[in-house]
Structure formats: C-alpha cells, structure tokens
C-alpha cells in the first residue's frame, strides 16, 4: 500500500508522531509515554487502524506504530486527531533499522500485519519473516516477547513457516499457543 503524490505527504510536526532521531530514544522509549507499561509495536503499521483500535482497547499498555512511507503515515495522524490516545506513538523509519532502535528485551511484542510479500525470490531478504529480520527480532523483544503475523498471502505464509521452524528447531524460537480473545 504505496500512497505517493499525496500534498503535504510530509508528517506535520504533532504529538503523536516521534520527533527527533529514533536511534537517540533506544533504551529511553517509555520516557516518551505517560506512564511505563509494556511496549508492543507495529511493523508496517500502514494506515494505523489496527494500532489505534489497541490503544484505545488497552490503555495500560504503550504502542508505537512503524511506517516507512511518510505518504501513509500521513493518514494515520490525521486519523489520530480526531481521537488522541496518549498510549501510542508513531515513526516514520525503515524495519530494516529496528535493532537500532531499540535496546535488547525493549519490546514486548512485535505485530506484522498483511506485510508486504515481496513474491520474487531475489527479494526474500526484504520480507519481513526473513532470517535477517528474525534476528533482528531476537535482538530487542523481551525474553517472554512474542511476534504475531498475520498473512492472506500463502506464498509469504509457507516461506515464513518454514523460517519459523528453523528458528523452533534452534531453541531462538518458542512456539506459543493461538489466542482466541484476539491481539492485545
């Protein structure tokens, strides 16, 4: 979900949006919020629907939606100023970035949500469940940390199966039971 050559695609400059480097907050990111409660995130966040409905769900809990294209996260911040929620924050930075980010066992859990499924196998390491990102995972969910994907595109759900196998196998994964009372 490409929205380009959308005026004033540029992120005004507004509270809900991190302002500053992201690198200079790794390690400080619940300085930013009201009060210190767990951190979960959102890779690919897009327009903002699924973390704004948390926030609003769970308030004792800190969320920071990641986009990489400033043109969508414009349209999650003018979603947010019709409901500001003092529990979620967004950036606008490259996946790639994130153990740069954040500090090791910072985040507690890590959503990736209908990700984009780079189809050709040349692009595999852009995929968001690739053995790269995985590892960059490891480097900052906590300890108990769980990553929740969520998929309607077989092809990326095999391939990130298969890498989550391998990663079960190694002991750097631990298999969870599903949830049926849903994200939080």
């Given amino acids: 979900?490409?929205?380009?050559n959308i005026p004033g695609a540029t992120p005004p400059s507004q509270r809900p949006l991190?302002?500053?480097?992201?690198?200079?907050?790794?390690?400080?990111?619940q300085e930013i919020f009201p009060s210190q409660q767990p951190l979960r995130i959102e890779i690919g966040m897009g327009k903002g629907r699924f973390m704004m409905d948390l926030a609003?769900?769970?308030?004792?809990?800190?969320?920071?939606?990641?986009?990489?294209y400033s043109s969508v996260l414009l349209r999650a911040l003018?979603?947010?100023?019709?409901?500001?929620?003092?529990n979620l924050f967004f950036i606008?930075?490259?996946?790639a970035d994130v153990a740069e980010v954040f500090d090791h066992g910072e985040v507690d859990r890590i959503y990736l949500n209908?990700?984009?499924?780079?189809?050709?196998?040349?692009?595999?390491?852009?995929?968001?469940?690739?053995?790269?990102f995985f590892a960059r995972y490891d480097e900052v969910l906590a300890p108990e940390g769980c990553l929740e994907f969520k998929t309607d595109n077989?092809?990326?759900f095999t391939f990130s199966l298969r890498r989550s196998r391998s990663r079960l196998a190694s002991g750097r994964l631990h298999q969870r039971s599903a949830s049926r009372s849903g994200a939080q």
């Fill in 18 to 29: 991190h302002q500053g480097s992201p690198r200079r907050t790794k390690g400080h990111w």
């Fill in 56 to 68: 609003a769900a769970h308030p004792d809990i800190n969320y920071l939606g990641i986009e990489r």
């Fill in 78 to 86: 003018q979603k947010m100023e019709e409901n500001p929620l003092p």
């Fill in 114 to 132: 209908f990700s984009d499924p780079w189809p050709k196998d040349r692009h595999a390491k852009r995929r968001l469940t690739s053995r790269q």
């Fill in 92 to 95: 606008c930075m490259d996946a």
């Fill in 1 to 4: 979900m490409r929205l380009r």
């Fill in 154 to 156: 077989q092809d990326l």
